[in-house]
């Protein structure tokens, strides 16, 4: 449930993804010591607040389950709901009704064919039967 609950939360931390677009540069020497000391804080402060808002979205993941489990909504349910809406989509476009319109046409003629086949060999059947 736990793994349920986290949803899509990324737990790799961000440091070093970007570090190539940078590594060209040699920007540590550009900067001064104050500079420094405040991107430093300032990235501290970034890393605090990625950790709380993560905190924040896995509770509401959880309470999100929790609801859906108290309203009987589980995954079998939304996918069968889903299904439903998606066929009752594909059910109202124009190309499926003019498929439906012509396979049924074409199933109408079928029948009578099959039928006027099988009215031909009763007919030999009988025919055969009299010789």
């Known amino acids: 449930m736990e793994a349920q609950a986290r949803g899509l939360l ?6 070093g993804r970007d ?3 940078g ?6 020497s550009m900067l ?3 500079e420094k000391e405040e991107l430093k804080a300032e990235l ?23 609801i859906k489990q108290k309203l009987g909504m589980n995954l079998m349910n939304e ?3 889903n299904f439903s809406r998606s066929w009752h989509d594909v059910q109202t476009t124009t190309a499926y009704k003019k498929t439906h319109e012509t396979l049924s046409h074409a199933g109408q003629k ?4 099959f ?10 059947f009988g025919d055969m039967r009299r010789k």
């Open 10 to 15: 990324e737990t790799e931390p961000l440091q």
């Open 44 to 66: 501290v402060q970034l890393e605090d607040e990625i950790t709380t808002l993560r905190q924040v979205l896995s509770a509401k993941e959880r309470r999100l389950v929790e």
């Open 79 to 81: 996918l069968k709901q």
């Open 32 to 34: 001064s010591e104050e």
């Open 23 to 28: 590594a060209s540069a040699d920007f540590p």
């Open 115 to 124: 039928s006027n086949v099988g009215t031909a060999i009763s007919k030999k």
């Open 110 to 113: 079928a029948t009578a064919a």
């Open 19 to 21: 570090e190539d677009t």
